[in-house]
């Protein structure tokens, strides 16, 4: 008889892309690594996200009221890896400004929002987005992706088509 998997290992399982969410505030850049992004709606454009309820970046995020998500590549785990506490690697300085909103150089696109509400969700936080603008490259190249625990890459065929 197997051991039954937690809820964590199990929502493990399930691979996801890799974002980063970026605020300009009076502090300066901030940023974190999220895999929870998801669309909600599309008339209006609406996305969401979650981050832990202690996490002092959401809350700077939501009281900025403005925010950029960027949908990273394959080629980008370092930034990842810089947003999520793991790593240093990426120069925070290296982000572009378009109007209020910073973007990612070389990310998959950057979709810029307003916060149109926040909700709570057990530990963490569930703050949506309406989307006010969209910026991308015209070819989307690998996704960055991550499963169990560890960035993986999707396979080639996904950016192909």
Request: hydrophobic share 40%; aromatic share 6%; with cysteine.
């Amino acid at each position: 008889m197997s051991a039954t998997p937690t809820f964590r290992q199990m929502m493990g399982r399930f691979a996801t892309g890799v974002a980063v969410v970026l605020a300009d505030t009076p502090d300066g850049v901030i940023g974190l690594t999220v895999n929870s992004l998801t669309s909600l709606s599309l008339d209006p454009s609406l996305l969401l996200f979650c981050a832990r309820n202690e996490s002092r970046t959401a809350r700077m995020i939501i009281d900025r009221g403005l925010f950029s998500v960027n949908v990273l590549t394959a080629a980008q785990q370092d930034v990842s890896r810089r947003f999520a506490g793991q790593g240093d690697n990426w120069d925070i300085a290296d982000c572009r400004r378009s109007g209020p909103w910073l973007t990612i150089p070389d990310s998959n696109g950057a979709l810029f929002c307003e916060v149109a509400c926040v909700y709570p969700g057990g530990d963490h936080r569930i703050i949506v987005g309406e989307v006010k603008d969209i910026l991308g490259p015209a070819k989307a190249q690998r996704p960055l992706v991550y499963h169990e625990g560890r960035y993986g890459l999707a396979d080639a065929s996904l950016s192909a088509a």
